[in-house]
């Protein structure tokens, strides 16, 4: 729930730390983190969301940006565990009505959040919650946070850093859709099965340009 303006700063500030000094722990599960990129489809949540519901095992979801907001269903998964993104003013434009926990890359004034603290790139990926590396973009960010949230198994859907058409959803506002470098976002994941060797990460994003994990069809795997 949003807090409202009269809210102080203060008691913005110690709602987030409760929900900080408490993170989810995740070991021995699944996660999927759900992008932005094109090749994100309704019959990929639909799945995930089944799974979610009747899947013998536990399977828990980030969603990032747009990927988690109501307005942009059925290409949206506001009944994630958590809502990811990066940028303050992503929070204070959209202010969403999203009911997991919702975690910011940075401070967000008047829009309840829990900051991560921003690793600059070339610093080792942390193992323990609360800090990502940035990777100068959400998707990196997110799966930096199923990792230190002890995640053995992460699907990534929407993660296609490129392409023609630049996200799923059809009516982003356009303040939020500047041509990234989606090349150079590509070539960090590099760094990360060499620091989390033990954990299965698959891109079930078709036309991603990620080389980094191997690549499958979401139906197959679970």
């Not at 506001?78 to 969403?96: E, G, T, V």
């Not at 990534?156 to 150079?184: I, M, T, V, W």
């Not at 994941?189 to 990460?201: C, D």
């Amino acid at each position: 729930m949003a807090l409202s303006l009269q809210e102080s700063g203060s008691g913005l500030q110690k709602r987030a730390s409760e929900k900080q000094s408490n993170w989810p722990d995740w070991h021995q599960q699944t996660c999927v983190c759900i992008g932005t990129g094109p090749s994100l489809t309704e019959e990929q949540l639909v799945m995930v969301h089944s799974y979610r519901k009747h899947g013998s095992a536990a399977m828990r979801a980030i969603a990032i940006n747009d990927a988690g907001l109501r307005r942009c269903l059925p290409l949206a998964a506001p009944w994630a565990d958590i809502l990811y993104a990066a940028d303050a003013r992503w929070w204070q434009f959209y202010n969403p009505a999203f009911t997991g926990l919702r975690i910011s890359g940075e401070e967000v004034k008047d829009v309840e959040t829990v900051p991560l603290t921003m690793l600059a790139r070339g610093e080792p990926m942390p193992r323990e919650p609360g800090s990502v590396v940035s990777g100068d973009h959400s998707g990196f960010q997110a799966l930096g946070l199923a990792l230190t949230l002890g995640a053995t198994r992460i699907i990534l859907l929407g993660y296609d850093c490129g392409g023609n058409k630049r996200n799923a959803q059809p009516n982003r506002e356009p303040r939020f859709s500047s041509e990234p470098p989606f090349h150079g976002w590509a070539e960090k994941y590099h760094q990360v099965p060499a620091r989390w060797p033990h954990v299965e990460i698959i891109n079930c994003s078709p036309q991603s340009i990620i080389t980094a994990f191997p690549k499958n069809e979401l139906r197959e795997i679970i």
